[in-house]
Every structure is written in C-alpha cells, then in structure tokens.
C-alpha cells in the first residue's frame, strides 16, 4: 500500500510527460508547416523581395540637351535604338537609325538616315502632307487604363521632311479612320542635310500630347521612313516604349473626340452628370 502513491505519481509524470512531448512536436510540425507555407510567398519588406519588386522607371529628372541636329551629348549613347526596318515586302531597310531618350517634360529622337540617293525635300508649309517628299514618322500610342471606357484606340503622328517642315496630326479610328492635322505638337525640330544623307533632333513635349493623361501612363512609339526616289515606306521592325511622368489636362482639345460625346465626361469632369452632353460641332456629324 505504501508503494501506491510512489505509483501514481510516476504514471502522472509519465502523462505529463508524454502530453508535452506530443505538444511540442505539434509545435514543430506546425513550425515547420508554417515556414515551408510561407516560402511560397516573398515579403517585398525586405530582401530578396524588396529587390525583386522595383518600381516603374519613372524619369524625374530632365535632360541638358540642345535641340542642334548633331546629338554631341554624352547622354545619347544611353539611348535605345531602333535600326531594323523593314518595307512591306518585307525588304530590310538598313539605311535607317532612331535613337531615344525621356525626361520628365520631353521625349527625344535622333534619327540618322543614309538616303543612299540625293535628297527630296519640295514641302516647305507645316501640316501639310509630305506626299512625294523623302520623311521620317514617329507614331505614338498610349497604353490606356483600363478605367478609361471609350475612345482607347487613338494616337499621334508626326512626321519631318529633310527640310524640317512639320506635318503632326491626332488619329481618330472612329468609322474609317480620320487624321486632324489641326493638332500640334510643339516639337522642336532641328535638320541637317548632306547630299545624300539626312539627320533630325527633336523632342516631343508630353505637355503637347493627349487631352487627359497622368504620370506613369506608357506610350508606345513606332517609326516610319519614307523614301520618295523608290516610292517605299518603311516601318520599325519593333516599337520603343517611354513613360510619362507628368500630369496632362487639356480640355480645349477636347474638340478632337468630337464625334464621340460618350467620352466628354471623362475629358470635362462637370460634364459627368449629364446624361446627353451636346454641343454644335457635334450636330455636324451623324454618329
């Protein structure tokens, strides 16, 4: 009988025992669950995660360079390049080179083109169409957000003849398609001409581009070059992107979307409350 209690105290600790010994491998089990569900997931907090998730590429500062058609600033041999281009035949056209630059206020391009023939360069009037005249074209596209409903297909052209003459237009796919060459860029352009070869400096201001667009909006650029001897155009084989950083608001362009009164509320914010925004240069055109 004197032995009873020494018993049940020793199959106590022995319980005891046991129950901890199963809780702590919970513990582990559970530790270790915990650690191998979590390595599916990278905290951007710190590293490796917080090297991983890099921000957009923003320019935030702006570029000394001189509009003088002879690209002499070291920063252009930062530049990305686009020198594959290719007719519709898909005939290599490697008489061409575009490089590209950003800030925050402009979009910079220096193209260099060996003409191969001597120069055609008869339109000397801005906006008028350089039909026959040897040129380059710039084509710039944004990527819309996908906030924006309506009118997400539209872009600018601009294109420059040997001559510096300027013909710049806004296109509207609306029905078949419309260039409104009324739009300007407010490029600066600068030309350089030898017998026969040609080159063009010019920057783009953002401020000049769309009606409603904010900072980290992507534009998308294509190239085109004309050559008036061969009757031939060109195209880049692929696009260069930049990203604009500065805020654009400029409803006295809204006439562009004319046809489009759907969109107007999202261009002239006062105009979201009414249901059938209207206005004359509308009634001129059957939707």
């Known amino acids: ?16 025992i046991l129950c901890f010994t199963l809780i702590g491998k919970e513990k582990i089990q559970y530790a270790i669950a915990q650690t ?15 090297e991983l998730r890099q921000e957009q590429f923003k320019p935030d500062d ?3 360079i001189t509009i003088d058609g002879k690209m002499n600033e070291d920063i252009w041999k930062k530049s990305q390049i686009a020198n594959r281009f290719f007719t519709e035949g898909r005939t290599p056209d490697d008489e061409v ?86 739009w300007n860029s407010n490029s600066i352009v600068k030309t350089i001409k030898n017998n026969n070869s040609y080159m063009i400096e010019m ?12 900072p980290g909006w992507i534009w998308n650029l294509t ?12 195209s880049s084989m692929t696009g260069l992107s930049v990203v604009q950083n500065v805020k654009v ?22 105009l979201k409350n009414i249901e059938k925004p209207s206005s004359e240069a509308a009634k001129l055109v059957t939707p």
């Open 1 to 16: 009988m004197k032995q009873l209690p020494l018993i049940l105290l020793c199959v106590i600790s022995l319980t005891l």
């Open 36 to 50: 191998f569900y979590h390595k599916n997931y990278i905290s951007v907090q710190s590293s490796p995660g917080k």
């Open 62 to 64: 702006l570029l000394d």
């Open 97 to 182: 080179v575009v490089n590209l630059l950003s800030d925050k206020e402009y979009i910079y391009l220096f193209w260099e083109i060996d003409n191969g023939s001597s120069l055609n360069a008869n339109i000397m009037k801005n906006d008028s169409a350089l039909y026959g005249d040897d040129y380059i074209q710039i084509n710039l596209k944004p990527v819309i957000p996908d906030s924006i409903e309506y009118a997400r297909e539209y872009s600018f052209s601009i294109a420059v003849n040997p001559e510096g003459t300027v013909w710049d237009a806004y296109y509207d796919p609306y029905h078949t398609g419309y260039f409104f060459t009324n």
């Open 203 to 214: 920057a783009i201001p953002y401020a000049g581009l769309d009606i409603y667009s904010d």
């Open 223 to 234: 190239f085109n070059r004309a050559k008036a001897a061969i009757n031939s155009i060109s």
């Open 249 to 270: 608001r400029n409803p006295r362009m809204v006439g562009y979307y004319w046809p489009r009164e759907d969109f107007w509320p999202d261009i002239i914010p006062s």
